[in-house]
């Protein structure tokens, strides 16, 4: 089996898959603070509970965006795997990438744009709702050429939270109605349809700058994409990410 790891500021996923089928998940926070032998023993007892064994893997594959927790990833899988882990680079993706320094970009992003163009055909967005929002665009052309990057709404929330004496912690939610009669609604408000607000209008402009002519797909993904991708009519698409990963030429190797 394929362990496929998508490594991301707040949480990693780890999914055993066999061929392009996911046998199992196990989401774990990204503690750049934690050992090896601690994600071991965490990733290994929760697969365990699933039915499936670390030792099941033959090959182990990154997608990363915590340079910081790459080390202990890798010692990790050097000290229990038979294989060491491959991070995947942008030779990996198959993707031509138009921008001037390709390896700053996040490999989470190219990985979601190969894996929509797979999924979906060319031209294609990519909107990520994670710690933050990202759009990533695949031209015509089946090239990705850049996209956006702002805060995610969890992101805002605690910000606010945190520098509002008076304003307390709430679940991020579609409210309602837009007018809220209380402060806990009037918050979900703000976010919700703030952040619904700021995503109608950088489509808007993204694909007035970019497809003036044709329409693209768009899609979503994320772990609160559900919550935005019905009011913007897109679908949403879980686990794209780690489907990236399969598709990628890193997880042929």
Request: a negative charge; charged letters at 15%; aromatic letters at 6%.
């Amino acid at each position: 089996m394929l362990l496929a790891v998508d490594v991301g500021n707040s949480h990693t996923v780890f999914a055993l898959c066999q061929g392009h089928e996911i046998r199992a998940q196990v989401r774990i926070p990204t503690d750049t603070r934690t050992t090896a032998d601690v994600l071991w023993v965490s990733l290994s007892g929760i697969l365990a509970l699933k039915g499936f064994s670390l030792g099941d893997v033959a090959r182990v594959v990154v997608c990363s965006v915590v340079p910081a927790y790459d080390r202990v990833l890798a010692e990790m899988v050097d000290a229990f795997c038979p294989h060491s882990a491959h991070f995947l680079t942008t030779q990996d993706v198959g993707l031509p990438i138009d921008l001037p320094h390709p390896e700053t970009v996040g490999m989470d992003r190219l990985v979601n744009a190969a894996a929509a163009k797979a999924l979906y055909g060319a031209p294609v967005i990519v909107i990520d709702f994670g710690t933050a929002t990202t759009f990533d665009v695949v031209t015509a052309a089946g090239c990705y050429a850049g996209g956006l990057i702002a805060p995610g709404p969890e992101v805002s929330l605690r910000a606010l939270a945190q520098a509002a004496a008076k304003l307390p912690m709430i679940s991020l939610a579609p409210p309602p109605k837009v007018l809220g009669k209380t402060t806990q609604d009037a918050m979900q408000s703000g976010l919700y349809y703030g952040y619904l607000s700021m995503i109608e209008g950088l489509l808007f402009r993204l694909k007035a700058e970019v497809f003036p002519d044709v329409d693209p797909a768009v899609i979503a993904t994320g772990g609160i994409a559900p919550l935005f991708a019905p009011a913007l009519s897109i679908p949403s698409v879980a686990d794209l990410t780690i489907q990236g990963i399969l598709k990628t030429e890193g997880a042929s190797v």
